[in-house]
Every structure is written in C-alpha cells, then in structure tokens.
C-alpha cells in the first residue's frame, strides 16, 4: 500500500510528478513566448518558467509534505499557485520499488529538498531546450539519498512533448533512462558553456582531455556522465549552488558515481548550509579514480576556491 511506503520512497515519488508538472508549465510559458526575463546579477538570469516552476513544486509538496524543509534557488514566495499546478499523486514505478531499510526510520524533520526549478535558464533563454532541466533533490542529515532530474525538452526534435525523468536512490538504484559507461582508453570532460573563466580553463588544461564537451546545466552534465558520453564534470568556479548539486550529485552516486568539491571534499546539504559550492564541483563516472584525476589539478586552481 502506497501511504505506508517510507517517507522518503513517497517524497521522491511525489517529487518526480512535480518536477513533471513543472516541466509542462516550462514548456507552456515557452510556447507563450513572454519569459519575463529578470537580471539577478553578472549572468544569473531567471524567467517567469523559473518562478511557476518553482511554486508549482514547492506548492505540490508542501500540500502533502506539511513543514517538509524546501529551499529552491528562486526564494520564498507567497503568491497564489494555480489549482492545476498542485500534484499530489505517485509516480507509481518509484512507489512500487522496495525501499532500502536503512531509511525507513526517516522523518521529514531529518529532510532537507533542495529544489531547481529550471536549471540551465541561460540556455532556455537562448533556446537551447535540451540543456535544461528540472531538479529535485532529497537530503538526509545532511548527506545528498535521493534525487530527480527532469528533461523537459528531452528528444523534443522528435516530437517528444513529455520530456524524460530520470531518478535516483542511493542504495536502491536508478530509474528512467539507461546507464552506459563512457568509451574507455581517452578522458572526455563537460564543463560550462555560459560561465567560464580562466580559473576553469585552467583546470581544464591541468587534465589534458581528449575531448571537452562544453553544455549547459549542471543537471544536464551529470546526465551525460551516467550516459556514458563523458568521463568527468569539471568546473572550477563558485557559480554552482547546493540546488544545482543536490539532486545530480544523489543520482550519480546511486549510479556508482562521485562529486566532490576541487579539493576533494564531499558538499554537505543540511538547511542551515551556506548555499554557494565555493569548492567548485569535480564528478566522475564509476570506474574513474576520482582522487587521481583530482590530483591534477594546480594549487593556483584550488587556491582560488576557497
Ligand atoms: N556564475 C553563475 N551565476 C549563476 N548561476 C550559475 C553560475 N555558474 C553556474 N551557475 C548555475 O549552475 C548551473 C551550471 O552551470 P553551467 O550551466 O554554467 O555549467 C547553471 O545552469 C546555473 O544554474 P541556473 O541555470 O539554475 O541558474
Ligand atoms: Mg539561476
Ligand atoms: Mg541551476
Ligand atoms: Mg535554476
């Protein structure tokens, strides 16, 4: 029976319908033609489909979760959220997966969601579609279990209206798309196309890739690692935050996978956390050693992020 699963089976559950229903307003607000663009900062944009998205979720789970802890990158809002965006069912493939034990004591006191509503706004603004993506991700005391990542545009060349939702659960596994592992004898890396700068650069040389794949999204990059179409995620800069990583880094994990900070230090995604990655984020794909590749990277690099 569904209402007994454990809380953290019915969170992620009800996070993939959210993140679902999100995608379609994306996608609706897209069609419309009117983004109501806003300048945050230096290249930090966010658009009306990064407002609706956010409360469409926040709206949804609070509804069944009360006092669940949310933080979404757009802050608090207390407008008016459209009945149809409130979702409240299951995604009935995760809710039918046997729940690691080890959770099954977790209350929502213990959970901390951090909550991307559109992840790669720079490229939605520039129509890149198939860079963004919706994240949702479910911290346990702290440490990063459980995570969507929701493709709104996923194949949308084909005629794909629905997009793609992929999830995660550490200890229990993945669902929505099929894990490859990257071609082997050559390094292939994917950092940011938007927000480079020589401290990125350079991290990216100290690696001598065979090849650099240079996309938007943090949500995005981590997909293309348990794709199987790069090796590492590199990105030597302060500009991610903890929603960026939260839900790419649970999947990844519970893909075989690791992310760290440049200095090789886990991200911690408890509610009173700072929210910048100062560490900047370095993420290998299984079968990686993820310590020896970090250890190319120069001082001068590391030394920047701090
Ligand atoms: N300097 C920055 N300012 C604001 N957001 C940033 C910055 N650098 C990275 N990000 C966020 O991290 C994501 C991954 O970075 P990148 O796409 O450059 O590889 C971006 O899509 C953006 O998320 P968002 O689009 O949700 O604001
Ligand atoms: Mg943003
Ligand atoms: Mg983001
Ligand atoms: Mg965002």
Redesign the pocket.
Known sequence: MAQNAPMVLRLLASSVTAANRAGKIIRDIMSRGDLGIVD???????TEA?RSAQRCIVASLTQQYPNLTIIG?EGATNCEVPSDWIVTDYDQTVISEQCPTEYSHITKDDVVVWV?????????TQGLLE??TV?VGLSVKGRPIAGVIHQPYYDYKSGNSLGRTIWGLVGMGVGGFNPQNPPSGKLIVT??????DNTVQKALDSLNPDEII????????VLMLIEGKAHA?V?A?????K???CAPEAVLVASGGKLTDMHGLPYEYGKNVQHPNVGG?FATVRGIDHEELLSKIPQEVTDKLK
Do not use: M
């Not at 950092?191 to 480079?196: A, E, L, P, Q, V």
């Not at 240079?214 to 990059?221: D, F, L, Q």
């Open positions: 945050k900062g230096i290249n930090d944009l966010q990064d990158e991307d509503p559109l992840d790669g706004t720079s490229e939605y860079h963004v994240l950092t940011t196309r938007s927000h480079s240079r996309v938007g999204g943090a949500g995005h990059k995620y990105f800069s302060k500009g991610c935050k929603w960026d990583t984020v």
